[in-house]
């Protein structure tokens, strides 16, 4: 089996968000370049504390990528803690995002390029809760499989990209091992604690990429704890390896394709969809909704 090993650690650096004083923000993917972080476009990091005086967000449209929203840490209708949201752009979406009352979250945002098969899908949006998220539960570990496939649980969610999302809670000292295809690129991301994946430590508050490997088959990452336990997420998925152009909210293959694109937006061609991550819009099963 091949073991997998940590390339390098960065220690996440947070500044003022677009929404103000009450939004900080970091960027965990996305000043690598798509060569490195291949099928992974953006991720960001967003601590809100916001005081609902006035909405924020609002209409934004989207085309050639696949959006994971995970809410790490909310409490309130328009931020579910445990939830995730999985949208699909497609062919071109215009996604209301809107925050109209107070909230406090935090929330982990994932663009993950379409491979170009799949970018003329319909757009659609799927949400799963936290009740709902296949888990597994023992004396020393607590993992969740948002999405993929991990430890013989399957998410309900049905994505265009293949990816793989985990969360992970481990008790002090203690070590798990996971098993992922060897193509597949990928990075950890710890929210508490302190674990080392082989010789390298990882601590709140840092990410790290997992080394590549250019071969087919399996590999398998071993998760240590430290004393203090920990808490952290794992994202893999397989690389598209074909070139991107990325302009704005849109992904696609050429500037002829961003440009007709574009023009879509402006002639009001594209599907409006709302999201829906408050508990009372929640699909239990990860169903779609149009």
């Avoid at 694109?261 to 169903?287: V, W």
Wanted: aromatic share 8%; charged share 20%; net charge negative.
């Amino acid at each position: 089996m091949i073991q997998r090993r940590i390339e390098n650690v960065k220690t996440l650096t947070y500044t003022q968000g677009f929404l103000g004083a009450g939004h900080q923000t970091a960027q965990i993917v996305g000043n690598q370049g798509f060569e490195f972080t291949d099928p992974f476009i953006v991720l960001m990091d967003d601590h809100l504390d916001l005081p609902g005086t006035e909405a924020a967000g609002g209409a934004h449209p989207h085309a050639g990528v696949e959006i994971y929203t995970f809410i790490l840490e909310g409490n309130s209708q328009e931020a579910q803690k445990g939830n995730l949201e999985l949208m699909n752009s497609g062919t071109g979406v215009v996604h209301t995002e809107e925050i109209k009352g107070r909230i406090q979250a935090r929330v982990l945002q994932l663009w993950v390029a379409l491979p170009p098969e799949k970018r003329c899908t319909e757009p659609s949006l799927q949400v799963i809760d936290i009740e709902n998220v296949p888990l597994i539960k023992t004396d020393d570990n607590e993992i969740r499989v948002y999405s993929g496939s991990a430890y013989g649980l399957t998410s309900p969610l049905q994505s265009n990209t293949s990816i793989i999302i985990v969360d992970f809670s481990i008790a002090k000292n203690a070590e798990t091992k996971q098993i992922i295809p060897a193509s597949y690129n990928g990075f950890v991301i710890v929210t508490e604690g302190s674990m080392r994946v082989e010789d390298r430590e990882i601590r709140k508050g840092q990410s790290a990429w997992l080394n590549k490997i250019d071969q087919n088959g399996s590999s398998e990452i071993t998760y240590k704890a430290g004393n203090d336990g920990v808490k952290f997420i794992i994202y893999a998925g397989e690389p598209i390896k074909s070139p991107i152009v990325a302009h704005g909210p849109f992904v696609a293959g050429s500037q002829e394709d961003i440009a007709r694109l574009y023009e879509s937006y402006r002639n009001s061609e594209m599907k409006h969809i709302r999201s829906y991550s408050a508990k009372y819009y929640t699909s239990k099963q990860g169903k779609t909704m149009n």
